[in-house]
């Protein structure tokens, strides 16, 4: 397919222009001939201006819808590679695509995500709230999955009533919007229902009839294969974006919608998973044995099938808080969830708060106290969870009095200081 700096080129040639006439009162020479070189993307202003000195709009016009679906499965390429845990693939991906394309807003909001992935939460807020305001005006498809970016973000800071006002917009908007988006509004339902005890997840129709569908048969290989095979065919997608010339036909650009498809109905079992887990947990809150071996089997199994990183987290944590419960004890508990760092060391606020509660059990002198308490102090400063950082810091600091460590608590204090000015 001819680029547009490419067709830019034969018509000024046919014209019998040089790239000093073209340019002039519209850009620079050096402008021309890097658009020429497909070393620079055209505004759409300038493309106009551009056209209307050719005498080629409506040629120009056909160039620049070709680029605009590339630019459009570029965004897709790049969201499945974030799906699937490609970060850099994805921001090669963006980088590519310019800021001047069809649906800027789309571009904001899978930055924003990268930036979440790598713990910059205030860029990843400025971001999504960028990609909101464009995606009232021009995009309104995106504004649920937008707003339920923010709430996350909101309950990664423990601010839970307005995480809860964000989901429930994000399912009022989705309905009102009347979108097909079953897998995020049943997202919303398990999440508000974490939030508020009372509120119990719903399944809206699209969520039935998608749900149904993936029951009957299996939709991709068995978990760990299924990630050997996606990052063949999202490769495969990569190369045939990349390629030189483009073409949308390609056989292997295709599988792209066949991966798309197949990771949808993984997001089902996980989304289905995040549901077990949260009945486990309110089982064993419940001290109903029975109750919790059962979803704790089930949960077992979906996580064989789709569990992510935070899924395996979060059903580690869940034995934990069983050992505790119904078997052999907290200290068992602690010694398990120390374990996950080694695993999973990314900051997760529910590890820390169960590792606080255990360890006020301990004895004041218990060595495992002062390494328990230092971890969860480390992951909410992470988390910027400043509340619960003052209450960790004021046990620390009582354990650290009583092995006379007097330079780490003057380091801890420190510490404190440091973050107490960022407030």
């Known amino acids: 397919m001819t680029s547009i700096g490419q067709r830019i080129r034969e018509l000024r040639l046919m014209r019998g222009m040089t790239q000093t ?27 106009k ?12 016009d056909e160039v620049t819808q070709g680029e605009d679906a590339t630019r459009t499965q570029g965004i897709e390429i790049a969201a499945l590679c974030l799906a699937l845990g490609r970060v850099t693939d994805a921001k090669e991906v963006l980088s590519k695509l310019g800021s001047d394309i069809p649906n800027v807003a789309a571009v904001h909001f899978l930055l924003g995500q990268i930036a979440e992935t790598n713990r ?22 995106l504004l649920p999955e937008i707003l339920k970016k923010i709430g996350d973000l909101h309950m990664i800071l423990q601010d839970q009533d307005t995480a809860a006002y964000l989901y429930r917009k994000t399912r009022y908007v989705s309905e009102e919007l009347q979108l097909s988006q079953g897998i995020l509004q049943s997202e919303v339902d398990v999440l508000l229902s974490s939030i508020e005890p009372g509120v119990l997840p719903k399944a809206s129709a699209s969520s039935r009839t998608d749900d149904s569908a993936f029951i009957r048969e299996s939709p991709f290989p068995a978990h760990p294969s299924f990630t050997t095979y996606a990052d063949k065919m999202l490769q495969d997608s990569l190369a045939a974006w990349r390629a030189e010339p483009y073409s949308a036909e390609s056989a292997k650009f295709q599988q792209m919608a066949h991966l798309k498809s197949r990771l949808d109905a993984r997001a089902w079992i996980a989304l289905s998973l995040d549901a077990t887990i949260h009945a486990a947990r309110t089982s064993i809150q ?3 044995l ?6 704790m089997t089930l949960a077992k199994h979906q996580l064989e099938l789709a569990g992510t990183p935070q899924q395996q987290l979060s059903y580690a944590l869940l034995e934990a808080l069983w050992q ?10 602690i010694q398990n969830t120390l374990d996950t760092y080694e695993l999973w060391p990314d900051a997760y606020a529910e590890r820390a708060d169960h590792l606080v509660r255990w360890v006020q059990e301990k004895p004041i ?15 909410q400063q992470t988390l910027r969870r400043y509340d619960d950082m003052a209450k960790t810091s004021e046990l620390l ?9 007097v330079e780490e608590i003057e380091e801890l204090i420190a510490s404190i200081r440091r973050y107490a000015s960022l407030v």
């Open 324 to 333: 505790e419960t119904f078997g052999e004890g907290v200290a068992i508990a």
């Open 365 to 379: 002198q218990d060595p495992l106290r002062k390494t328990v308490l230092k971890a969860a102090f480390q992951e």
């Open 397 to 405: 600091i009582e354990t650290l009095r009583a092995t006379d460590a």
């Open 290 to 295: 029975e109750q919790s071996e059962t979803f």
């Open 120 to 141: 910059q939460l205030e860029q990843a807020y400025a971001r999504y709230h960028t990609a909101l305001s464009l995606a009232k005006e021009y995009h309104v498809e």
């Open 49 to 60: 201006k551009i056209a209307e000195r050719l005498d080629a709009v409506g040629e120009l």
């Open 21 to 47: 006439q073209l340019a002039k009162d519209i850009v620079t020479p050096s402008m021309i001939s890097q658009i020429e070189a497909g070393k620079a993307q055209p505004s759409s202003a300038l493309l």
């Open 286 to 288: 419940n001290r109903n």
